[in-house]
């Protein structure tokens, strides 16, 4: 076995007043929120334990790695890439729930410590949610180094907290979505998860986003690692938005990517299976809490945050981007970039 790489990034616990933003949010974690590495990438307290290992994760030249922050279309490609990858079987698809066919990396390391005690005694039901139920008897990490090739790995961390011999060695699809987008539908997938417990309030939920205080962010400088590798032959950058334009094409950039061979007939069948009508009615994909409203896969539309911020965000938001962006080449095709503002 190679020895275990040494972490280059530090992680320390976010200040008191940063932790007490988070947790008007996020219910459930004890331990303080850590900030991984010279970004800051949020983080429940738990991660620190498993950051090594997951780190020392054995890359293997023929896993799929999908990456992206959280509500950017992960789910989509997840089902795209697993039907690319085995010939189109969409009888199989259908009967297993994604998160099995596909699973999450670092999925243990952010189950809440007391959700964690819930789900082990069988208190929460939800226990059948994205694997938490799997994820809390063996870590997440530890079941993908056990299981067998050719592996489909999910994972919401950003490049530099991953192994770094990931993109010299498996082939890595980033998708990135509009900020505005992923944080309407990140405070609906906690309203969904946490339900009647949820106290956060949207503007709760903006205040912690705009300062970069919610798990996996800060989102741009996330995007922005991938952006980065986007010429290197094992990456494929996409945006949510040129899937929602022509899924199509999209889809035939990936499989060009994994280098699968599919007729325009095979091409369009799996673009009508991963429609938005068809996901939301596919149990194993549209994966929800209970018997939640919110469903995980819910609105499935671009700029839907201008029914959710007043003008008030609205500016607020504009300058978040602005000054994320600033000094980037990365460009969201639905955000419209200040270049004054980058060159202050
Ligand atoms: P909304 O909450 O804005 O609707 P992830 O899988 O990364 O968590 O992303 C979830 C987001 O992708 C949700 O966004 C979901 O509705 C959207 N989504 C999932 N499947 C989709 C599809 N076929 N078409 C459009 N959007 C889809």
Redesign the pocket.
């Known amino acids: 076995m190679a020895p275990l790489l040494e972490l280059p990034y530090d992680i320390q616990n976010v200040t008191p007043e940063e932790d007490k933003i988070i947790k008007k949010c996020l219910i459930g974690y004890t331990k303080p929120f850590v900030k991984c590495g010279k970004a800051g990438y949020v983080l429940p307290g738990s991660f620190k334990k498993q950051a090594e290992a997951i780190y020392n994760v054995q890359v293997r030249p023929d896993d799929i790695w999908v990456i992206?922050y959280?509500?950017?279309?992960?789910?989509?490609t997840q089902e795209m890439v697993w039907l690319l990858e085995n010939d189109m079987d969409f009888d199989s698809a259908k009967r297993s729930p994604l998160f099995e066919r596909f699973p999450m990396l670092e999925l243990t390391t952010q189950i809440p410590e007391v959700a964690f005690e819930l789900i082990k005694i069988n208190f929460m039901n939800l226990a059948h949610f994205q694997g938490l139920n799997q994820a809390v008897k063996c870590p997440s990490w530890k079941s993908l180094e056990d299981a067998p090739s050719p592996r489909l790995i999910k994972t919401h961390l950003p490049l530099s907290l991953l192994p770094p011999n990931l993109l010299n060695t498996a082939k890595v699809i980033y998708?990135a979505r509009d900020p505005r987008?992923c944080m309407?539908?990140v405070y609906?997938?906690y309203k969904m998860v946490t339900r009647s417990l949820m106290r956060g309030t949207f503007a709760q939920f903006w205040e912690a986003f705009r300062r970069d205080l919610l798990p996996w962010m800060p989102i741009v400088s996330h995007a922005n690692e991938a952006w980065e590798q986007r010429g290197h032959p094992n990456l494929h950058f996409m945006f949510?938005e040129d899937?929602?334009k022509d899924l199509p094409k999209m889809i035939r950039g990936v499989s060009a990517f994994l280098n699968r061979d599919y007729t325009d007939e095979q091409i369009n069948k799996l673009a009508e299976h991963?429609?938005?009508s068809?996901?939301?009615k596919n149990k194993n994909v549209n994966n929800t809490a209970g018997d939640s409203e919110v469903q995980?896969?819910?609105?499935?539309?671009a700029g839907?945050w201008r029914t959710h911020f007043d003008a008030k965000m609205e500016l607020q938001a504009e300058e978040y981007l602005n000054d994320r962006l600033r000094g980037l080449t990365l460009r969201y095709p639905t955000f419209e970039h200040d270049e004054e503002w980058s060159r202050l």
């Open positions: 992206t959280p509500r950017s279309g992960t789910t989509w998708v987008d309407v539908s609906y997938l949510y899937m929602l991963l429609t938005f068809n996901l939301k995980f896969i819910r609105k499935g539309e839907g």
